[in-house]
């Protein structure tokens, strides 16, 4: 399918690896001019053919050099996707295990990043009457199923979404919001990221943990979502085949969410 996207520009952030790295990948195979943002700049993007830019976008200032870099190199900006996140700022306990260093964080990087790159680059995108997705998670909707300064962070990003479409739809700006379950990330499968501080914390494998993981989120799928699912969702959405979906919340976790 030609999601008429060719000759287009956007601007994709925590791009190095994950859903990121899958949806610069999917916006290049459709012929976008695509800024990739993140931390580091890995082999991959450039292998990609991406304009990769090194950032860290839980900083004040980071997201407007962001922007401003990004209208160098392309001139305008059609789409901006939020992917920037983490899950669990070093900790994987209940509420009362997290201070208030670790929430600034965890907000700074899965709410407030979003909240300053959309507001560098609306002006753009306003000219252009351009697309904004944002990547929260299926947590928003089931906050107890994760550390809850992650979850309810994704909730607030959520809603930030729905809240930009009611403002910029009118002017011409869509803005949707794509909310995952468990993927095939890093997150999951590094040696050494959440799911394997998970697993210790609960006495398991990070292999048996991950195993079982959709069995215990109620995936019907009885797998873990492919990061490329989301990115083809996200491509989806960011093109002019979406142009009558904004202010909307679509999951893709494998029909772990029961409810509507």
Not at 112 to 138: C, E, I, K, M
Request: no cysteine.
């Amino acid at each position: 399918m030609d999601l008429q996207l060719s000759g287009r520009t956007a601007v994709v952030t925590g791009a190095s690896r994950g859903i990121g790295l899958a949806t610069v990948a999917a916006l290049t195979g459709e012929g976008m001019r695509v800024v990739a943002a993140a931390r580091t700049v890995t082999p991959e993007i450039e292998e990609l053919g991406a304009i990769a830019i090194p950032v860290d976008l839980g900083t004040a200032d980071g997201p407007a050099r962001l922007v401003e870099a990004a209208l160098a190199e392309l001139g305008e900006l059609d789409v901006l996707v939020n992917n920037v996140g983490g899950g669990d700022g070093g900790a994987t306990g209940g509420f009362l295990s997290f201070d208030d260093e670790q929430w600034e964080e965890i907000y700074g990087l899965n709410l407030f990043a979003a909240v300053r790159t959309t507001r560098a680059a609306l002006p753009g995108l306003l000219r252009r009457g351009g697309a904004v997705v944002n990547v929260s998670s299926n947590g928003a909707r089931i906050p107890h199923a994760g550390p809850v300064p992650y979850t309810t962070a994704k909730a607030a990003l959520t809603a930030f979404g729905k809240a930009l479409a009611e403002e910029f739809g009118p002017r011409g700006v869509r803005v949707n919001t794509v909310s995952p379950g468990p993927v095939r990330t890093a997150m999951w499968e590094s040696p050494d990221g959440y799911g394997a501080r998970l697993a210790a914390s609960l006495g398991l494998a990070r292999e048996q943990l991950v195993a079982g993981l959709p069995a215990t989120m109620g995936m019907i799928t009885g797998r873990l979502v492919e990061p490329a699912e989301v990115a083809a969702l996200v491509a989806y959405l960011a093109s002019p085949l979406a142009a009558s979906t904004t202010g909307a919340d679509h999951i893709i976790d494998g029909g772990a969410i029961k409810t509507a």
